[in-house]
T-cell receptor
């Protein structure tokens, strides 16, 4: 079965600093989702990557899927307190894009 | 109004009790899922349903059962709750006609004493 490992597990940064979260898969990815979760709340979809080398941005968050499709990175530029939360990567299983395996999450705290 | 709702949002119960968590969606999606989230373990799939007559076990279905009462409703039952079922439970939906992601409810926080 596919496993997703996220690093770091937790991160504390000063407001305004940049940061990167990584998601590494044990198998080639069909695609990769990034989600954000605020404490005690559901997951909010950020973006989906499908092609090797693909890069997408949403506001100050940029995600990239490497050429080999086994690793993705999420980069936040000029972090703000509103970026705080848990970031999870998820990989659709098989070609159906319906069953998703999730990483263990990265907890981000942004200090004002 | 939220597209995916879960009730209750919080529940405290005792070992051995039967409880039901409910999920409703207004997105018109045919596929629904139940996950649990534990610290350090991420989200794990309990059950999923690709339509009203299709129910499938996920990776951790032991101790749980589900019912898909209608396309919009998917409930999760703990027949005899045990303390290690204390977790945050999420319902999610998706559309079989698209490669869109799953949409999640706000979660139910369950504590089994």
């Amino acid at each position: 079965s596919q496993e997703l490992e996220q690093s770091p597990q937790s991160l504390i940064v000063q407001e305004g600093k940049n940061l990167t979260i990584n998601c590494t898969s044990s198998k080639t990815l069909y695609g990769l989702y990034w989600y954000k979760q605020k404490y005690g709340e559901g997951l909010i979809f950020l973006m989906m990557l499908q092609k090797g080398g693909e890069e997408k941005s949403h506001e100050k968050i940029t995600a990239k899927l490497d050429e080999k499709k086994q690793q993705s990175s999420l980069h936040i530029t000029a972090s703000q307190p509103s970026h705080a939360g848990i970031y999870l990567c998820g990989a659709p299983q098989g070609g159906g894009y319906q069953k998703v395996t999730f990483g263990t999450g990265t907890k981000l705290q942004v200090i004002p | 109004d939220a597209d995916v709702t879960q009730t209750p949002r919080n529940r405290i119960t005792k070992t051995g009790k039967r409880i039901m968590l409910e999920c409703s969606q207004t997105k018109g999606h045919d596929r629904m899922y139940w996950y649990r989230q534990d610290p350090g373990l991420g989200l794990r799939l309990i059950y999923y349903s690709f339509d009203v007559k299709d129910i499938n076990k996920g990776e951790i279905s032991d101790g749980y059962s589900v019912s898909r009462q209608a396309q919009a409703k998917f409930s999760l039952s703990l027949e005899s709750a045990i303390p290690n079922q204390t977790a945050l439970y999420f319902c999610a939906t998706s559309d079989s006609d698209s490669q869109e992601t799953q949409y999640f409810g706000p979660g139910t926080r369950l504590l089994v004493l």
